[in-house]
């Protein structure tokens, strides 16, 4: 699949859910109102969109929610999809916020994932809290060591938050050194409404780079995993920083990626609204042509580039739909 940029489509991101144990500030507003489960599409039906994703050329699955680990019954799922590498598929990952890994990291091992994404702002126990709402630290950290007893690779996600987080992103620098994890640093995205000002949060990453840079050795790497992350090898640890830059530096040029959303929508973009309903010709007939066919319609029109912006004016966010909803 290309698309009229002549980029090649190869990553699909699925929710398997809206839902989330957690409340995250820069996220979602903490009293959420979730898809009806009626409006879901089947696990089974999920993984019959992603075979026809598959079969089009697409050879990495991320799984994100929401928390895709709170989906009853997630793991046929991933076992469904895990049966596929070497099939078409070269790699299937997952995005969590850590919190039911203690319970699934064995499963995950055992289904063909092999790297994890875990998002961990913080490593202060108050300020974890703060941030999630809900959240207890332990209980994540607890899941990313089972992840790592399992074999997992883990990178972990942080947000960079202004005068929240930006003074200890040397301190989590060195703990992902010691524990052997890649690290991905992120700009806070204007997507949904939240209970506050997400200008107030905003945090350009060219500037907590130049601030690591005074504390450690960064060098350019050609490293990839197929996402957006831009990677640099930190030469005291051995592990990599990876920035992820939507709104100082955009990575649209090399976008190969489209999402696929709990309840059969397909955003061909992150940062804008156009998007195909293929649950329409997924629940018309037991033969996939027609679903094939709106996947490769929906390809034709994706865009150059997103419009995320930070207007300090109007205090809005760019796309009116949470991350939650899309595919963290």
Same mark, same amino acid.
């Given at each position: ?5 002549g980029?090649?489509?190869?990553y ?26 009626a ?32 989906r009853?019954?997630?793991?046929r799922?991933?076992?469904g999809l895990? +049966?596929?590498? =070497?099939?078409?598929? /070269? #790699? %299937? ?10 319970? *699934?990291?064995?499963?995950?091992a055992a ?10 702002d ?5 300020k ?13 950290l607890?899941?990313i ?12 996600n942080?947000? +960079?938050l202004? =005068?929240?987080?930006? /003074? #200890? %992103? ?10 052997? *994890? ?22 350009p990453?060219?500037?907590?780079r130049?601030?690591?840079a005074?504390?450690?050795t960064?060098?350019e790497?050609?490293y990839?995993?197929g ?6 090898n ?30 059969g929508t ?13 649950r329409?010709?997924?629940r018309a ?20 580039g ?18 939650s909803?899309t595919?963290?």
């Amino acid at each position: 699949m290309r698309d009229p940029f002549g980029r090649e489509i190869t990553y699909l991101r699925v929710s398997v859910t809206d839902r989330c144990d957690l409340r995250c500030v820069y996220c979602m507003a903490e009293e959420m109102t979730f898809l009806p489960k009626a409006e879901l599409l089947t696990l089974e039906e999920l993984e019959r969109v992603s075979a026809a994703f598959i079969r089009l050329g697409v050879r990495k699955i991320r799984l994100t929610g929401g928390e895709p680990l709170v989906r009853r019954d997630v793991m046929r799922l991933v076992r469904g999809l895990g +049966a596929r590498i =070497g099939h078409g598929l /070269d #790699e %299937l990952t997952v995005t969590t916020n850590g919190s039911q890994l203690t319970r *699934f990291a064995g499963d995950l091992a055992a289904a063909g994932v092999r790297r994890i994404n875990v998002s961990l702002d913080t490593l202060d126990p108050a300020k974890f809290t703060a941030i999630t709402r809900w959240g207890r630290i332990e209980k994540t950290l607890d899941g990313i060591f089972a992840a790592k007893a399992a074999g997992l690779a883990i990178k972990i996600n942080a947000v +960079a938050l202004k =005068g929240v987080n930006e /003074d #200890e %992103l040397d301190r989590m620098v060195a703990w992902c050194g010691e524990h052997g *994890f890649d690290l991905c640093l992120i700009e806070t995205m204007p997507m949904g409404d939240i209970d506050g000002d997400r200008t107030d949060q905003y945090l350009p990453l060219s500037i907590v780079r130049a601030r690591l840079a005074k504390s450690w050795t960064l060098t350019e790497t050609d490293y990839a995993t197929g996402g957006p992350a831009r990677y640099v090898n930190v030469g005291e640890t051995g592990q990599r920083i990876g920035f992820i830059t939507p709104m100082t530096h955009n990575f649209c040029e090399s976008c190969n990626r489209v999402r696929l959303t709990c309840t059969g929508t397909m955003y061909m973009c992150l940062g804008q609204d156009d998007a195909a309903d293929l649950r329409t010709p997924l629940r018309a007939s037991g033969d996939d042509a027609a679903l094939e066919a709106a996947i490769l319609e929906a390809i034709e029109r994706k865009p150059k580039g997103h419009d995320f912006v930070i207007d300090r004016r109007r205090n809005r966010p760019a796309v009116a739909r949470h991350m939650s909803l899309t595919g963290g």
